[in-house]
């Protein structure tokens, strides 16, 4: 390897934009009266959402390596793509703020001095070309492996995980992507076998409670096999978990937990509607209680969308309107578990006894399948009045415990994000390898190990703040929501970007379906959207974090 800069570079470096990025928030904590003007200033507020997060990515690349350093554990690779991982989450960050600089009052005066000559000279060799083309070639020669230290613990559980989806789902990934089928059953029994599904759930209920990081790392790695037909599959449990563990009543944890750690029960999350998407608070579909065939409970009326896996699910998690007056807003929201009869169908309709109906229909997609996103029709529904989740006390709460859950589901998306780039860079890196254009294989030219030194550089900074968000869920899962939603944000758009990437540098073949990096591609779009949408954690999750007073 040529010299290059150092950790040590790498940290002043990444002080120097902290250093503006402090200045640009006291900036945008004024220009939006402490957060209430964040709509008035919709973009200043994304650039210091996207900087606050590049900021917190470069800090974690960093505290990661150094731990590992003090444990024995590092190498010269991994700090060298650390440097750039932190050079390039820098370069953005630097990038983003630019943009707005004047917007915020600050002007030339603030860039200059965070950033004078020495330190734009660094930052120009921690982005260097042949840094990232020496931690490109690294990569080809180890076909992209993801080899990140882990403890003991952490590592059999990533090399289980590993096993499983290599031997079990890939062989089967490219025939469900293609043929649009629904998740094997074999996938869930063994899962279920394996303790996937009760990552998160106590084990006083029937889980294994391994922590958050432990889930990632399940995620990330069912991911990178499929992203569809195993990678999602543990996120809707862990939500209804969530969701339980927050305010469910001890007779509903002790009825659903135990079912859900088991993979008894599958769930589908049941709270977008066809006319309102980010906006939840603004639910339509209504629940009103009801006695029939006397017994007490709720009928469920209107419409849901992009319900993923409610065909298969046997219960929904469904967030439904209990107070008909519609300034009550979020406070007229319940959540409610609402069993159904299984389905293997693209469309599905169940008639209760009592005439309730719910009717269903997938929705076609380009990618992301193997679940299925079903819109569904609720026409008198009845639901158990022990099904609200809170009981009594619970009514009017359901916004609130959905959110829960949603901080949950973003961080688990942030692992998905980890696991698909991680396999279009494997892909990538094989095919590099393999494919000869000019008499010489396409890895040997510096175009080439550039692309794949920053694929490497920005997975590395994907990877460590979702990691770090993982760890700050145990310690306290409600201050941790930030985190985790500037994790989903970052690894989403990291996956886009190296699977579009990896196609690129796949030539023609990227975009024959019999090259999986095509399924990548497409399975990635609907990462910074689901879970919530880009725009969305960036306003109202992130920024308002960043710039309420």
């Known amino acids: 390897m040529n010299a290059h800069p150092s950790l040590d570079d790498a940290t002043s470096l990444l002080e120097a934009a902290e250093g503006l990025l402090e200045r640009s928030l006291a900036a945008g904590q004024t220009l939006t009266g402490g957060g209430k003007l964040i709509d008035d200033h919709q973009v200043v507020t994304e650039r210091l959402a996207y900087a606050a997060t590049e900021a917190i990515a470069a800090r974690e690349v960093l505290n990661s390596v150094l731990e590992l350093r003090a444990e024995g554990r590092s190498d010269a690779t991994l700090e060298l793509t650390s440097v750039g991982a932190m050079g390039q989450l820098v370069s953005d960050l630097r990038g983003r703020l630019f943009e707005v600089i004047d917007d915020l009052g600050l002007g030339d005066e603030a860039m200059e001095s965070a950033f004078p000559a020495e330190i734009r000279g660094l930052l120009r060799r921690t982005t260097s070309e042949s840094l990232f083309r020496d931690v490109g070639i690294q990569v080809a020669e180890r076909q992209g492996s993801n080899e990140f230290p882990l403890d003991e613990m952490h590592e059999q559980v990533r090399?289980?995980?590993?096993?499983?989806?290599?031997?079990?789902?890939?062989?089967?990934?490219?025939?469900?992507?293609?043929?649009?089928?629904?998740?094997?059953?074999?996938?869930?029994?063994?899962?279920?076998?394996?303790?996937?599904?009760?990552?998160?759930?106590?084990?006083?209920?029937?889980?294994?409670?391994?922590?958050?990081?432990?889930?990632?790392?399940?995620?990330?790695?069912?991911?990178?096999?499929?992203?569809?037909?195993?990678?999602?599959?543990?996120?809707?449990?862990?939500?209804?978990?969530?969701?339980?563990?927050?305010?469910?009543?001890?007779?509903q944890k002790q009825e659903w937990l135990p079912k859900l750690a088991s993979g008894e029960v599958m769930v589908g999350i049941s709270v977008t509607e066809p006319g309102i998407g980010s906006n939840v608070a603004g639910a339509k579909c209504k629940a009103e209680k009801a006695v029939v065939d006397g017994q007490e409970g709720w009928v469920i009326n209107g419409p849901k969308a992009w319900c993923t896996f409610a065909g298969r699910a046997n219960v929904l998690a469904l967030l439904a309107r209990t107070d008909s007056d519609p300034a009550s807003g979020a406070r007229g929201l319940s959540l409610f578990i609402v069993p159904k009869a299984s389905s293997t169908e693209h469309a599905f309709e169940e008639i209760q006894p009592g005439g309730g109906k719910l009717s269903g229909k997938a929705d076609a997609t380009p990618g992301y399948r193997g679940m299925h996103s079903y819109t569904l029709q609720f026409e008198n529904f009845f639901v158990p009045a022990e099904n609200l989740v809170g009981g009594p006390e619970g009514e009017g709460r359901g916004f609130y415990l959905q959110m829960a859950g949603f901080a949950a589901g973003r961080l688990q998306t942030g692992g998905r994000a980890c696991g698909l780039a991680q396999a279009a860079l494997e892909e990538t890196a094989k095919y590099v390898v393999?494919?000869?254009?000019?008499?010489?294989?396409?890895?040997?030219?510096?175009?080439?190990?550039?692309?794949?030194?920053?694929?490497?550089?920005?997975?590395?900074?994907a990877r460590a703040i979702t990691y770090a968000a993982a760890k700050a869920f145990d310690e306290d899962e409600r201050s941790a929501s930030t985190i985790a939603a500037q994790s989903k944000l970052l690894a989403c758009d990291v996956a886009v970007d190296v699977t579009q990437q990896g196609q690129l540098m796949h030539g023609g073949w990227g975009y024959a379906e019999e090259y999986p990096i095509s399924r990548y591609v497409v399975d990635a779009t609907v990462l910074?959207?689901?879970?919530?949408?880009?725009?969305i954690l960036e306003l109202k999750v992130i920024g308002r974090a960043i710039l309420t007073a």
């Open 528 to 535: 910074p959207i689901f879970e919530g949408v880009k725009p």
């Open 159 to 251: 090399g289980q995980v590993r096993e499983f989806a290599l031997n079990e789902v890939a062989p089967h990934a490219e025939h469900i992507h293609r043929n649009d089928e629904l998740v094997p059953e074999s996938f869930i029994t063994s899962m279920a076998d394996l303790g996937f599904f009760g990552l998160s759930v106590p084990e006083e209920y029937g889980g294994v409670e391994m922590g958050n990081l432990a889930m990632i790392l399940t995620t990330e790695e069912l991911s990178r096999a499929s992203l569809a037909a195993a990678g999602s599959l543990i996120t809707r449990p862990e939500i209804l978990t969530k969701a339980l563990m927050g305010g469910g009543t001890e007779e």
């Open 434 to 461: 393999d494919r000869e254009q000019f008499d010489r294989p396409i890895s040997e030219f510096q175009l080439t190990q550039y692309t794949l030194g920053k694929m490497e550089a920005k997975l590395a900074g």
